[in-house]
């Protein structure tokens, strides 16, 4: 049985729009086993966000980050995420900012991707920051420490 030739394959359009939902072609991706499947094989790297299907990289392209916290509560002196895909993992307080619009974001996946948060997660965030009147910034308490959100500049 011979193997097709990668060289004459066309490659799928898989996207992830603004909101965390994938698509492929432009329609959305509904099953739970390929979503999870797909989730957990996206990588990336200088080039951008891709899968990797065997001797065949499939660019995915992201409209903003691709995934969402849905959830942000606090546990003792951590907080705990709860990623669009279903996983938690503990907030690294260094990595939270508030990106364009004070719209916040924060690295998962041991730093390997970016999240954005949703609505519902950035008001549970805002019932947990405090502002610095003196310094003008806006401070995360977190294990005993203040961290400082870094603002993207316009």
Not at 37 to 47: H, I, K, Y
Not at 73 to 79: I, P, R
Not at 87 to 102: A, F, K
Request: glycine letters at 10%; a negative charge.
């Amino acid at each position: 049985m011979s193997t097709p030739d990668p060289a004459k394959w066309t490659l799928p359009r898989i996207q992830v729009n603004r909101d965390g939902e994938w698509l492929h072609e432009g329609e959305e991706i509904t099953h739970a086993g390929i979503l999870e499947n797909l989730r957990r094989s996206l990588r990336r790297d200088d080039a951008g966000y891709f899968i990797q299907a065997g001797p065949v990289r499939i660019v995915v392209e992201v409209a903003d980050a691709p995934f969402i916290v849905i959830r942000i509560e606090a546990e003792g002196q951590a907080f705990r995420l709860t990623l669009n895909d279903g996983t938690q993992e503990v907030l690294d307080p260094t990595t939270l900012r508030l990106g364009p619009g004070e719209v916040p974001y924060c690295r998962i996946k041991g730093g390997q991707f970016e999240a954005r948060l949703s609505r519902a997660a950035a008001y549970q965030l805002g019932q947990i920051l405090e502002y610095d009147e003196r310094t003008g910034r806006t401070i995360l308490r977190a294990g005993g420490h203040a961290h400082r959100l870094d603002r993207e500049v316009p």
